[in-house]
């Protein structure tokens, strides 16, 4: 059914490169097409990321789940990039085409992207477990990483995601001084994503509590277990990427129809669209109480999109445009950099000791939704006070988790760098039993 319901948004996405018959629709219908497509897509990728979990650690798994996920972010934003880059060969600078400057549109729509899936994806997630584990107290009585409704405890193990996000959230700050992002924020940003990937290869694999489609695919034997990871990864990516653009191209125009402003769509609707499988696989992982997996997922694609999305994007700009020039930064693209960095500095403090609770999650969606409001109604000048205000909140909220929780700090810090992880056990035994 997850396959059949991809076939068509596939087919759509596949007819003009391969020159066959198409049928031409309405952005919203194309919304509704592209979109189905997507979800099959996010079903086989947490089926297969599940089961792989047979095959390599559950950091692994997760970590290849949320980049196979976060790939219709990299086709729309290194659409919007290349089209920056042709745009500063032709002229020189970031002309404003049909009134729009291209270069703020590659930005956009990446800021956009990392702010949703924090502001809201995590929130979701605890919000989704939260309702299950009240409805089947019995259920999450045997879930370690629900010790209470309204609470996730990620395993020891995805310190290494936090310290991650950690560690590029830190030099993301010295970005909005910047005047442009360079291959030398690519080579750094890049390099933080390798070394982590790397120490993700570390982790030993466990035997994984598998039930449904992905307890049956991790039941076949070695050579064939191996063909239907293969197979699903594939088809699912290959999915994700022919109706990607589409998708958050018929939802842009579905906004145009409505008089919405370009800017604010590319900003806010198309990242919805382009963020739609990670979202779908978490909302699965949490409504099954596989909460851990459910943040684990976000968490992984946030550390790929701080990482390798953003420094990938200078290198795909120096490309088209022909030149080693950064990717010019407007000023308020500046101070859109800003409260993105800060937001992720705030959603780090707050897992530092691997746990994300409902007060957490409200703080979290409350804060977007300010920003979110004031995008849509406030004036440009008065939206840069807001992004301002809310960036120097979020900052003064990490420097009081950081203070309260250092130790914990330094220990995650340590998990995640240079400790064993064999040696790591995989639940925090402080927080073991402790359910309220």
């Known amino acids: 059914m997850a396959a059949l319901a991809a076939l068509p948004g596939a087919y759509a996405g596949l007819a003009d490169y391969l020159g066959l018959p198409s049928v031409a629709l309405t952005p919203v219908v194309a919304a509704v097409v592209f979109g189905a497509a997507i979800i099959g897509a996010a079903f086989l990728l947490s089926w297969a990321a599940e089961a792989a979990q047979s095959e390599v650690s559950a950091g692994v798994a997760l970590a290849f789940l949320a980049f196979l996920?976060?790939?219709p972010e990299y086709a729309v934003d290194f659409v919007f990039t290349w089209r920056a880059g042709e745009t500063f060969a032709a002229e020189g600078h970031c002309a404003p085409v049909a009134g729009e400057d291209p270069c703020a549109l590659a930005l956009a729509n990446m800021t956009g992207a990392n702010?949703?899936?924090v502001g809201i994806g995590w929130p979701l997630v605890v919000l989704i477990a939260a309702l299950v584990a009240r409805r089947h107290p019995r259920r999450a009585d045997r879930e370690p990483s629900v010790p209470a409704p309204g609470h996730v405890r990620l395993a020891r193990p995805m310190s290494i995601e936090v310290v991650a996000l950690?560690?590029?959230?830190?030099?993301?700050?010295?970005?909005?001084?910047?005047?442009?992002?360079?291959?030398?924020?690519?080579?750094?940003?890049?390099?933080?994503f390798v070394l982590y990937a790397w120490r993700l290869s570390q982790a030993p694999v466990e035997e994984p509590d598998l039930i449904g489609t992905a307890a049956w695919i991790a039941d076949r034997g070695r050579r064939a277990r191996r063909w239907w990871l293969a197979g699903l990864f594939a088809v699912a990516a290959a999915v994700i990427l022919v109706t990607a653009?589409?998708?958050a191209d018929s939802v842009v125009g579905t906004g145009e129809q409505l008089g919405i402003d370009r800017f604010l769509l590319v900003q806010w609707a198309a990242p919805v669209a382009s963020e739609a499988p990670e979202l779908i696989v978490a909302c699965l992982y949490a409504w099954r109480l596989r909460a851990s997996h459910a943040l684990g997922t976000l968490l992984s694609?946030?550390?790929?999109q701080w990482t390798l999305l953003v420094g990938t994007i200078p290198i795909v700009f120096a490309i088209s445009s022909g030149s080693p020039h950064g990717l010019p930064l407007s000023g308020h693209q500046r101070y859109e950099l800003l409260i993105t960095a800060a937001q992720s500095l705030f959603a780090v403090s707050l897992l530092l000791d691997l746990r994300l609770t409902l007060w957490g999650s409200a703080v979290l969606i409350g804060l977007f939704g300010a920003q979110f409001t004031a995008s849509l109604t406030l004036?440009?000048?008065a939206n840069r006070t807001v992004l301002i205000v809310l960036s120097a909140v979020y900052l003064a909220l990490a420097a009081i988790m950081m203070v309260v929780s250092r130790r914990r700090a330094v220990r995650?810090?340590?998990?995640?760098?240079?400790?064993?992880?064999?040696?790591?056990?995989?639940?925090?035994?402080?927080?073991a039993g402790q359910r309220g």
């Open 166 to 192: 950690g560690v590029a959230t830190v030099y993301s700050l010295t970005l909005p001084l910047r005047h442009s992002l360079t291959l030398v924020d690519a080579a750094v940003l890049v390099s933080i």
């Open 379 to 381: 004036s440009d000048a």
């Open 245 to 247: 653009e589409h998708f």
């Open 115 to 117: 702010r949703v899936l």
């Open 301 to 304: 694609s946030k550390v790929n």
């Open 69 to 71: 996920a976060v790939l």
């Open 412 to 431: 995650l810090f340590r998990e995640g760098t240079v400790a064993r992880l064999d040696q790591v056990p995989e639940w925090d035994p402080e927080g």
